[in-house]
């Protein structure tokens, strides 16, 4: 199972918004709504964000959303904060009973 | 609160194996699935494996061709990851995570230890 696609690095100024997006295949991503994303800080364990493509666990803010649209899913994140700076991770559910996480991004507040 | 703690950093020679414990309270621990996700330095996530701490089933990455095993202890609220046949690319923070209710229809990653770092050098 390859890794899913992501951009290496996403930057935006403070108050803007930016997406990530995070594409797989019909095995992974285009075949399943269990499509998560995590964030972490350096030297940190990752924190869940969203969960199955667009629910938001509580605790968590409302600048962040998750979507999906075929193959590719995404993760906005508006009104850019200084504490956004960290690397994200995307994941699914195969269709083999696995998970498989994407490639990371790296987003900076400029 | 819902805690996972790991056992401590490792050293190992090449060829050795590591088993890395993990520790749950909180919560119900056979209640919810548990992952084991691998980190190697400046690198990005590796899922690796999962097992329902209620009936044992297990399912890992095709990538480690059988190298890994996930096990549990439901006396004392703890999964275990070995991965045998250590080389230099297994050096990485291994961590758990508590997942989704057993036969619940969604799937998360809501909880993860803080992570054991193995070392694997001659």
């Known amino acids: 199972q390859s890794a899913l696609t992501q951009p290496a690095s996403v930057s935006g100024s403070p108050g803007q918004s930016i997406t990530i997006s995070c594409t797989g295949t019909?095995?992974?991503?285009?075949?399943?709504?269990?499509v998560s994303w995590y964030q972490q800080h350096p030297g940190r364990a990752p924190t869940l964000m969203i969960y199955?493509?667009?629910h938001r666990p509580s605790g968590v803010s409302p600048r962040f959303s998750g979507s999906k649209s075929g193959n590719t899913a995404s993760l906005t994140i508006s009104a850019l904060q200084a504490e956004d700076e960290a690397d994200y991770y995307c994941?699914?559910?195969?269709?083999?009973?696995?998970?498989?996480f994407g490639t990371g991004t790296k987003v900076t507040v400029l | 609160q819902v805690q996972l703690v790991q056992s401590g950093a490792e050293v190992k020679n090449p060829g050795a194996s590591v088993k890395v414990s993990c520790k749950a309270s909180?919560?119900?621990?056979?209640?919810?699935?548990l992952h084991w996700v691998r980190q190697a330095p400046g690198q990005g996530l590796e899922w690796m494996g999962w097992?329902?701490?209620?009936?044992?089933?297990?399912k890992s990455a095709q990538t480690f061709q059988g190298r890994v095993t996930v096990t549990r202890d439901t006396s004392i609220s703890t999964a275990f990851m070995e991965l045998t046949g250590l080389r230099s690319d297994d050096t990485a923070v291994y961590y758990c995570?508590?997942?989704?209710?057993?036969?619940?229809?969604?799937?998360?990653?809501?909880?993860w230890g803080q992570g054991t770092l193995v070392t694997v050098s001659s």
């Open positions: 995570a508590k997942a989704a209710p057993i036969g619940a229809s969604t799937s998360l990653f809501d909880n």
């Open positions: 909180g919560y119900t621990f056979t209640g919810y699935y």
């Open positions: 097992i329902n701490p209620n009936s044992g089933a297990t």
């Open positions: 019909s095995s992974d991503v285009g075949g399943s709504n269990y």
């Open positions: 199955d493509v667009n």
């Open positions: 994941s699914s559910f195969t269709n083999i009973i696995t998970y498989v």
